[in-house]
């Protein structure tokens, strides 16, 4: 079946530096969104890209989206302690009731 | 305010026991999902449900099963509790048409088997 890799699995980083996490799918996904979960909550909606070479931006945070549709990175300039957490990412399948798998998730952790 | 509510927030249940955790969402969602999140592990998709007494298996199915009688409500069910499935379950629901086809989560269940 559809699986999505996710590296790195931890990340540590001073605050003010950056951060990238990376997904990979073993399938074409008909899109691929992003999820943030703070410690102790649950995981919140960040965006979500369709279009073969899509790059958005949020602030401080880059999304893009592999021309194959199979990867996808997040990354995160001049990191703040705000930032800490664990980002997902969600791979939704071509065709068939938006299935929606997702990466093991980065845990991203920011030194004051 | 859209909302995913699951039943409990932390349950304690002895081994071999039927247990129940449900899940309403008040979006008027065809998708409904159960995850359950493992430390290291992520998400791991147990069922899903895209329309009323329909479902389909994840990639954690064994020991579980789950009903959708009515499309606001997804039920998980673990027909006998094992220490295995101590674990935090999550709820989520996500529309299938829109400009945002984005998930929302419930609040979790921890869930230890003793």
């Known amino acids: 079946g559809q699986q999505v890799m996710q590296i790195p699995q931890y990340q540590h980083v001073q605050e003010g530096e950056d951060f990238t996490t990376y997904c990979n799918s073993s399938t074409t996904l008909s899109n691929i969104q992003w999820y943030k979960q703070r410690p102790g909550g649950h995981p919140v909606f960040l965006i979500q890209?369709?279009?073969?070479?899509e790059v958005k931006k949020q602030k401080r945070l880059t999304f893009q989206f592999g021309e194959a549709k199979k990867n996808s990175s997040l990354h995160i300039t001049a990191t703040q302690t705000t930032d800490v957490g664990t980002y997902f990412c969600?791979?939704?399948?071509?065709?068939?009731?938006?299935?929606?798998?997702f990466g093991a998730g980065t845990r991203l952790a920011v030194h004051p | 305010d859209v909302k995913v509510t699951q039943s409990s927030r932390y349950l304690v249940k002895r081994t071999g026991e039927k247990v129940f955790l449900e899940c309403v969402q008040d979006?008027?969602?065809?998708?409904m999902f159960w995850y359950r999140q493992d430390p290291g592990l992520g998400l791991r998709l147990i069922y899903f449900?895209?329309?009323?007494?329909?479902?389909e298996k994840g990639d954690i199915p064994e020991g579980y099963s789950v009903s959708r009688e009515k499309k606001e409500r997804f039920s998980l069910i673990l027909e006998s509790a094992s220490t295995n499935q101590t674990s935090m379950y999550l709820c989520?629901?996500?529309?299938?048409?829109?400009?945002?086809?984005?998930?929302?989560f419930g609040q979790g269940t921890r869930l230890t088997v003793v």
């Open positions: 890209l369709v279009k073969s070479g």
């Open positions: 969600a791979g939704g399948g071509s065709g068939g009731y938006n299935k929606l798998i």
């Open positions: 449900s895209y329309d009323v007494k329909m479902k």
């Open positions: 989520a629901s996500r529309p299938t048409r829109g400009p945002s086809t984005e998930a929302f």
């Open positions: 979006m008027d969602h065809e998708n």
